[in-house]
């Protein structure tokens, strides 16, 4: 039906520019965050003059963003002698596209009705509703997995393929790297999985908006605290972020995998880092912090305890759930970049043992206790 190509094709448009101003907007909060956080002014060298006049426009050093991207597109493209030609091309588009797929299956708001957004438009789409979500697939989670898992074939692939040292030293910290945090993500969200019956995200997140005690809003954070904190440790060790960054590790490795990459095919790499800081964000949010719902929030309006209930208009409910969503992500997004301000790097051997010998048991007796709580009170 065209109706709803024509609303697929705008909720793709909505998501690519919701990844593609986060990923802008990111590299200006880290470097403004990490200013304040050290007591300096920061990122003010960026500036438009206002022709014929002496008047230079700074606005916080949002420049920045600007003048970063046009020097990785006017920069040469250099690459190395005796590389493979077909990998070395491929690897930066194999980490940068499987960041942007993972958010096809995140929902990002409720339930629209066209109709009633636009009147003038309510007989040609003829009741119909869609939920703010591109893909809707019943094994979400699992597509985020999949995805999540070809992000380092292709940092693996860039340094093989650049036919440097220190390059693949990189590309195989990664690849270790991965299989020890991915192990430790699987088992954080098993809790989950087992709590709600289901890897759909959408029904994860509906399922976060009644209340537990009486009062507590059903998030992921309320029930399954531990493996939020176990998850968002992993998710940042997956993006490889200080202080996980070993395989990029410049004081050893100059810049690991993508040491013999230079211009826009760099800046795919680490533009693809601050997108999967976003996407970070919108998995955290969906899957411990409600989604889209703000507490006893739904499509209909706020139902709160003891019975009362607020209706909203219909365009207002949209708005605040987009706006909701937005929010949390932004705030998961600093949080990130205050952890990468905070602690040092650690050394190749204390990250695979701080893997091993302490998330992956504390993950597992997460679990233990999670099944053992579940099988109690289907008993009781």
Sequence with gaps: MIQDFVIVLGLVGYAFGVLMTFGTVLTW???KQAAIMSDRIGANRAYIRIPFTQVKLVWLGLFHGMADGLKMLLKEDFHPRTHDALGYAI?????????LLVFAVVPFGGTIDPGRLIPPLA?????????????????GLL?????????IIGAMLAGWASDNKFSLLGALRAGSQMISY?????????GLVLLHGTVDLGAIVRAQSGVVLGFLPAWGIVVQPFAAL????????????????LPEAESELIAGYYTEYSAMKMGLFMFAEFIEIAVIGALFTTLFLGGYNLPYMSDAGFGFPGGYFVA?????AVLIQLGTFLAKVLAVCSFQILVRWSLPRFRYD????????ILFPLALANLAVTVVVLWAMERA
Excluded: C, M, S
């Design 29 to 31: 909060v880290e470097r």
């Design 230 to 245: 176990l998850f968002l440790t992993a998710a940042i060790a997956e993006n490889k972020r200080i202080p996980f960054d």
């Design 312 to 316: 909203l208009p219909h365009a207002a």
């Design 182 to 190: 991915e192990v430790v993500l699987a088992l954080t969200l098993l």
């Design 143 to 151: 597509v985020v997995f999949a995805f999540g898992g070809l992000t």
């Design 350 to 357: 204390q990250l695979l043992r701080f893997a091993w010998k």
């Design 91 to 99: 690897a930066p588009w194999v980490v940068f596209t499987p960041v």
């Design 123 to 139: 007989e040609w789409f003829a009741g119909r509703t869609y939920p703010l979500q591109i893909a809707r697939l019943d094994a």
